[in-house]
């Protein structure tokens, strides 16, 4: 594959740090936002990547966002929406703020930033946009109204995407991973050799970028393989 220049949303820990770092071993350039100064300084220490602190539910950050890549890199190859957050309630106690709010990052943002980097896209012709999703996306759970919700919407959202960017010569892909060990809805101190680590989706979407650009890879799951195994 070509050096390729990647923006990544939501970068500062989990599987969009994983994806910084194998995106930077691999050669590609990288520019990846996050809220957390701390955090992002770590991860654009460690892999030699441009960090930016961009709230992806905020117009000005995704401006400021698309600049910035236009700016270091002279453009985009390929978008990683990746920022997202979580939120557990069962029907009946379902707080509607925090579910507009996780609509903001969840769906709107994703939308507004990629509303912004699509036009560069079908410029040059050619590249690549991922959105993750969830395998809550694709099937319902108890207390997963806002959360499956909003990962239904990314994986239509996607649908919609392929209609009309195909094409232009670029390709949207859906990520729905199963359960990932990362610090996700603050789910610290998992580090079970059998469950899903946040390199394994890393790993997954470098390898949609593999194929050759006449193929498309539409959608597609990640789970371990066998997570009930305990050592
Ligand atoms: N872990 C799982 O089991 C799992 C399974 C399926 C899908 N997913 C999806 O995978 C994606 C990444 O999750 P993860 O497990 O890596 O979670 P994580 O460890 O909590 O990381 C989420 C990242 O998103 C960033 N972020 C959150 N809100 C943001 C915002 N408004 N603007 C910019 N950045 C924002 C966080 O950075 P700051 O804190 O610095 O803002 C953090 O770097 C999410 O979309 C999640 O829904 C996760």
């Known amino acids: 594959m070509d050096k390729q220049r990647f923006l990544i949303t939501g970068a500062?820990?989990?599987?969009?740090a994983a994806l910084v770092s194998l995106a930077r071993k691999q050669g590609h350039e990288v520019v990846f936002t996050g809220r957390d100064q701390g955090r992002i300084d770590s991860v654009a220490a460690e892999s030699g990547a441009h960090g930016i602190r961009a709230d992806v539910a905020r117009a000005d950050d995704n401006r400021r966002t698309v600049e910035?890549?236009?700016d270091r890199m002279g453009g985009i190859d390929v978008l990683v929406n990746n920022a997202?957050?979580?939120?557990?309630?069962e029907v009946g106690e379902i707080d509607m703020d925090a579910m507009r709010s996780l609509f903001d990052i969840n769906v709107f943002g994703l939308v507004d930033l990629t509303n912004r980097v699509a036009p560069l896209?079908?410029?040059?012709?050619?590249?690549?946009?991922?959105n993750i999703a969830s395998t809550s996306g694709m099937k319902g759970a108890k207390s997963g109204t806002v959360y499956a919700a909003s990962k239904w919407a990314v994986r239509g959202i996607t649908q919609c995407w392929q209609a009309e960017l195909r094409p232009h010569g670029v390709h949207v892909t859906c990520v729905c991973p199963s359960?990932?060990?990362?610090?996700?809805?603050?789910r610290t101190g998992r580090n079970n050799p059998?469950?899903?680590?946040?390199v394994d989706i890393a790993e997954a979407i470098m390898a949609v970028l593999g194929m050759?650009?006449?193929a498309l890879w539409p959608e597609f799951a990640v789970?371990?393989?066998n997570p009930w195994k305990e050592d």
């Open 68 to 70: 910035t890549c236009v």
């Open 223 to 225: 789970f371990a393989n």
């Open 12 to 16: 500062s820990q989990g599987i969009g």
């Open 194 to 198: 059998n469950k899903l680590y946040a």
């Open 212 to 214: 050759h650009p006449r």
């Open 84 to 89: 997202g957050i979580g939120y557990l309630a």
């Open 179 to 186: 359960e990932v060990q990362t610090d996700w809805m603050g």
């Open 121 to 130: 896209l079908k410029a040059q012709q050619r590249g690549y946009i991922f």
